[in-house]
Nanobody
Framework: QVQLVESGGGLVQAGGSLRLSCAAS????????IGWFRQAPGKERDFVAS????????NYANSVNGRFTISRANAKNTVFLQMNSLTPEDTAVYYC??????????????????WGQGTQVTVSP
C-alpha cells in the first residue's frame, strides 16, 4: 500500500511559479515511480511529468517541457514539481501517482497503482 498527499496548489498570475509536493508513505521495501497528472473539467487526465526512483529517469509532457521540473528529496519520500512561467492553460487539478513494480510506461494513466486526492492550480491572466 502507498498513500500520497499533494500540496502546494493555489492561485497565481500568469508568468508566476508554484512548487507542488507529493508526500508518499508505505511500500518502503521496494522502489516505485512517481508521476504527475493534471485534469481540467471536461477533459481527460493528462500526463505532466514522472520520475523513476531506481533509474533516476525523468519524463515530461511537451506542453511543460522546459518550464516544469520534477525532483525528489534525498532524505524523505517526497517528490516535487516546480512549475515556472505558468499560463492559464496550466489551470487544472494536479494529481500525484505511484507505480509499484512491475513497471510500465510512465506516461500512461493505467501504469499507476495509487493516486492522491489532487491539488488545485489556478493561473489567472
Amino acid at each position: 500500500q502507498v498513500q500520497l498527499v499533494e500540496s502546494g496548489g493555489g492561485l497565481v498570475q500568469a508568468g508566476g511559479s508554484l512548487r507542488l509536493s507529493c508526500a508518499a508513505s508505505g511500500h518502503t521495501f521496494t522502489d516505485y515511480g512517481i508521476g504527475w497528472f493534471r485534469q481540467a473539467p471536461g477533459k481527460e487526465r493528462d500526463f505532466v511529468a514522472s520520475i523513476n526512483y531506481s533509474g533516476g529517469t525523468t519524463n515530461y509532457a511537451n506542453s511543460v517541457n522546459g518550464r516544469f521540473t520534477i525532483s525528489r528529496a534525498n532524505a524523505k519520500n517526497t517528490v516535487f514539481l516546480q512549475m515556472n512561467s505558468l499560463t492559464p492553460e496550466d489551470t487544472a487539478v494536479y494529481y500525484c501517482a505511484a507505480d509499484v513494480p512491475p513497471y510500465n510506461s510512465p506516461i500512461d494513466r493505467g501504469t499507476y497503482d495509487y493516486w492522491g486526492q489532487g491539488t488545485q492550480v489556478t493561473v489567472s491572466p
